[in-house]
């Protein structure tokens, strides 16, 4: 990774032994029973290089629910794909409130503050429907493209699972779409946001497909998605943003850009270095993996790798 062939192995079986005292703290999201469901022990981290090579601890071949990480790919491809005029419709601040609030919406004339908030996350995926046809197939072969692993897939049982308790959810796309921010019809957004939220994916697969970040821009197959000057925007989103009303402490204990999801997933990237991708399904209360965060932490601590 930095040319003095760094004992990676090692470094991962480290930090797993330094949080081990740390898995199983904390509670899997409880408000999507299919999350509810998965056990609180597990424990995985992998390390991409720049080239997709990928070295893991614990269980980083497990496919888990990837949830709000699914935002930043879902970011990337809007950009991509349609340009900056997407941030006519969504800030760059961070909340300082819950990833499902809905309080600032109605002073902020339905323009939600950032784009891995929920609302914001909402808009991101209204944007690529209505430039794709299809957002949440356009996301999935994407990840299935840049993790390399053509069976990374929906899981329908998160996916119903969202749905039955998706009022939340179906209150935040109807508020902005009151306020004209929503440009297709709610249920079917909501339709592929469940969707894209459900996708099931392993560290090994999160580290390599969040590579195009550490690489400036650069897909897997060398062709570019995003410019360098957009990639470094979408890791300042991610550090400022991306894990919702911690971002601040995360910034503190990890210094890196990240991005969490409840199902316990972080996906973390050192910009012209590697990605990153830990999972474990006990959050703290603000729906960020308790040992990922720890993980994450001893390996800035570890190696010195951070933006800071
Ligand atoms: O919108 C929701 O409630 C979920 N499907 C995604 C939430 C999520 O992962 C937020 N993250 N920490």
Redesign the pocket.
Known sequence: MDGGAPDLAGLLERIAADVAPLIGSGTP?E??PALAEVDPRHFGMAIADLDGNVHGVGDWRVPFSA???TKVFALALALAEGGDSLWRRVGREPSGNP??SLVQLEHENGIPRNPFI?AG?LVVTDRLQTLTGDASSELLEFLRAESGNPDVSFDAEVAAS?HEHGD??AALAHFMASYGNIDNPVPALLDH??WQ?SIAMSCADLARAGLFLARHGLRADGSRLLTRSEAKQVNAVMLTCGT?DAAGEFAYRVGLPGK????GGIVAVVPGRCALAVWSPGLDSR??SVAGVAALDRFTTLTGLSVF
């Open positions: 999201a408000y999507i949830q709000s990480i990833f499902n929920n996350a969202e939340r959810n946001y469940f939220c919702y969490s999801g409840v199902g729906g960020n």
